[in-house]
Nanobody, 117 residues
Framework: VQLQASGGGLVQPGGFLVLSCAAS????????MGWYRQAPGKQRELVAEIISGGKIVYADSVKGRFTISRDNAKNTVSLQMNSLKPEDTAVYYC????????????WGQGTLVTVSS
């Protein structure tokens, strides 16, 4: 399984970006698909994820500003990020968890989002 993320870049405060992630390979029994981020000197944290059955979870810090969506047919997940703040600056990682009797966790390569004037 491979995850290919795209869409990072430099944006001014208040701007927007869209991150996309495409999963390829032997995809089955998706448990969750979503995005994490890691800012310099900080631990990786959940940004948003879609759980099997459709439940969506957002970090409190992005609620109302970010929107996650998933295309089940294409095994892609996107993150629309609006009203970006400097504190959103981080490397964003796509995450995929497959679950049978064993849990498989996959990470994308990371895409840098920099919010700065």
């Amino acid at each position: 399984v491979q995850l290919q993320a795209s869409g990072g870049g430099l944006v001014q405060p208040g701007g927007f970006l869209v991150l996309s992630c495409a999963a390829s390979g032997n995809i089955f029994n998706i448990n969750t698909m979503g995005w994490y981020r890691q800012a310099p000197g900080k631990q990786r944290e959940l940004v948003a994820e879609i759980i099997s059955g459709g439940k969506i979870v957002y970090a409190d810090s992005v609620k109302g500003r970010f929107t996650i969506s998933r295309d089940n047919a294409k095994n892609t997940v996107s993150l629309q990020m609006n009203s970006l703040k400097p504190e959103d600056t981080a490397v964003y990682y796509c995450n995929l968890v497959l679950r049978t009797i064993v849990i498989y966790t996959y990470w994308g390569q990371g895409t840098l989002v920099t919010v700065s004037s």
